[in-house]
């Protein structure tokens, strides 16, 4: 007997699933997700009906690692721990599951379709998500991802002073600043899944978007992943730039401050 999919008859759970899908296909085609790396988190509230709030669950009830009252019977669509980033663009619900935040706000059970156990990392994207929840924004996604170029960049320590990187990528091309206006912070090396790297990550997204983790990879949210993934992207783009530059032999100029700011007052960018 072939169990029905949770996505069966919701085709707008079916289209944000999708999504992730597309996007996880992006990362992996960029090089962006060797073997099980990366991860994705996505707040799919909006699309639980009164048939889904009443579906057992299929998995023990699981430890958050931490309380978050904003979290309460919210529910996520999660990357599983241990796969790969190409499966989960060709089989998304047998690579990710569904969970459901319990009224403890502190556990959680995995509901549909299988019982895949979310990312390592679930606690960062978590506590990400509960403060975009206390503070009403519209932000609903989470990626995690290793973009070689910025990575790379994250080995200098000139590029890890505060804004000295993000001046720089606004100023290769400039949609860069257009589409990535709160521009990149940085979080010092830290053992990955560590609460010294979620607590750095939750603190720099107070004034990003993005968040370069040293040596590591980068920490994005928006509204949905494919904005979070374009966020990325156009980061990325610029360090190609900067590097392909670097490559030929001489230090690029760049925008001036002058050409940066009349960007920012035509687009009306907050920075």
């Not at 669509?77 to 569904?98: I, Y």
Request: charged share 25%; proline share 5%.
């Amino acid at each position: 007997m072939i169990m029905k999919s949770i996505l069966d008859g919701r085709p707008r759970l079916e289209n944000e699933v999708g999504k992730i899908a597309e996007v996880a296909g992006y990362l992996w085609q960029k090089g962006w997700a060797e073997r099980n790396g990366g991860n994705i988190t996505v707040n799919i509230t909006a699309f639980i009906d009164d048939e889904i709030k009443a579906l057992p669950a299929i998995s023990d009830i699981k430890e958050i690692g931490a309380t978050l009252p904003a979290l309460k019977g919210q529910y996520f669509f999660c990357k599983g721990t241990g796969r790969r980033m190409r499966d989960l663009a060709r089989w998304p619900m047998e690579n990710g599951s569904v969970i459901r935040v319990l009224d403890d706000c502190s556990s959680y059970v995995i509901i549909a379709d299988n019982p895949v156990l979310p990312t390592s990392e679930l606690p960062s994207h978590l506590m990400v998500h509960a403060r975009q929840l206390e503070r009403k924004t519209e932000i609903k996604a989470t990626l995690h991802t290793h973009p070689i170029e910025l990575v790379a960049m994250s080995h200098g320590k000139k590029f890890l002073e505060k804004d000295v990187l993000t001046r720089l990528l606004w100023s290769m091309i400039p949609e860069t600043k257009a589409f990535c206006p709160l521009g990149l912070g940085v979080v010092p090396y830290a053992i990955p899944g560590s609460n010294a790297l979620a607590e750095g990550t939750l603190k720099e997204l107070e004034d990003y978007d993005v968040v370069l983790w040293e040596k590591h990879g980068v920490f994005a949210k928006s509204t949905d992943i494919m904005d979070a993934f374009d966020q990325v992207d156009v980061l990325s783009k610029s360090a190609a730039i900067y590097l392909d530059c670097k490559a030929m032999g001489f230090e690029p100029d760049g925008m001036s401050d002058a050409q940066m700011k009349e960007l920012s007052q035509v687009f009306h960018l907050p920075k």
